[in-house]
């Protein structure tokens, strides 16, 4: 029976995929540090597993890959937090969380599961569009993604060396809790379309048949990474002239909410 490890899995993406895999006749150990989330998240399942784990920390993560039952075929990194904010509005401390958890948690799940993933398994971990492109009001937030991508870009050929693979999937935005839970809507989110939650694990699947390493969704994810290869510049300041034209003509907009969680 394959095994699978999915961070982040008691909501969200992290839950989705847990949800398929599970579907598809997979164990699955679900790990989040939301111990109310964990307990309701595919209940009453058989061959599902849940821990309490906390991604800041590196003993924590070590401890739960030491202590599974059986060697994962994936490891799904899905666990993260989102804070948005311009530069006069962004809250250091806030800063600091989401680099902790998206940034170092990254680190402590691939240094704690390299040594103990067998040729032929795969990781896959969650970065975003932001990591991609500097997004207006998503300073703090993309600055972690870009190191999440950076990271794995750094260590995935010695992975590879050793037979296991190494994905970092680029989503859009998707109305997840994460998402739904954000101090208010950005700009962004009104100008541009939400990914559906199903686009994205269909994504996934495909990246763990084609082991491909970057993972992107939708042809407005590959857009956007075509254009600022090309002209980063130009695309910079159009995305900061929409916003700018969206919020003089809608000044209630930082009071609007994200799509309903399907």
Same mark, same amino acid.
């Given at each position: ?15 989705? /995929? ?29 061959? %599902? ?5 906390? %991604?800041?920390?590196?003993?924590? %993560? ?13 490891? =799904? ?10 530069? @006069? +509005? ?9 680099? @902790?958890?998206?940034? =170092?948690? +990254? ?24 990591? /991609?492109?500097?997004?207006?009001? =998503?300073?703090?937030?993309?600055? +972690? ?5 950076? =990271? ?111």
């Amino acid at each position: 029976m394959k095994h699978a490890v999915v961070t982040g899995g008691a909501s969200g993406l992290g839950l989705a /995929l847990a949800t398929r895999l599970h579907h598809e006749g997979w164990a699955v150990d679900l790990w989040d540090r939301n111990a109310a989330g964990l307990e309701a998240a595919l209940a009453g399942r058989e061959r %599902v597993g849940r821990r309490e784990v906390d %991604v800041r920390s590196a003993e924590e %993560v070590r401890r739960a890959f030491e202590e599974l039952g059986a060697e994962p075929q994936l490891v =799904f990194h899905a666990a993260g937090l989102c804070h948005v904010g311009d530069l @006069e +509005t962004l809250r250091l401390d806030e800063c600091r969380l989401d680099m @902790e958890v998206n940034y =170092f948690g +990254t680190v402590h799940v691939l240094h704690a599961a390299a040594p103990r993933l067998r040729p032929g398994s795969h990781l896959i971990c969650v970065a975003s569009v932001a990591g /991609l492109k500097g997004l207006p009001e =998503f300073a703090g937030y993309g600055a +972690t993604k870009f190191a999440v991508l950076g =990271f794995c870009e750094a260590v995935e050929g010695e992975l590879r060396r050793r037979g296991v693979a190494l994905s970092v999937l680029c989503p859009p935005a998707v109305a997840t809790p994460m998402v739904r839970s954000l101090s208010y809507h950005p700009a962004l989110y009104s100008l541009f379309p939400f990914s559906d939650e199903r686009a994205v694990v269909e994504t996934v699947l495909r990246g763990m048949r084609s082991r491909r390493f970057l993972l992107l969704v939708d042809r407005g994810s590959r857009a956007l990474r075509l254009v600022d290869r090309v002209a980063p510049r130009l695309l910079a300041r159009y995305l900061e002239w929409r916003i700018q034209r969206y919020r003089g003509a809608h000044p209630e907009w930082r009071t609007e909410r994200p799509p309903p969680l399907r």
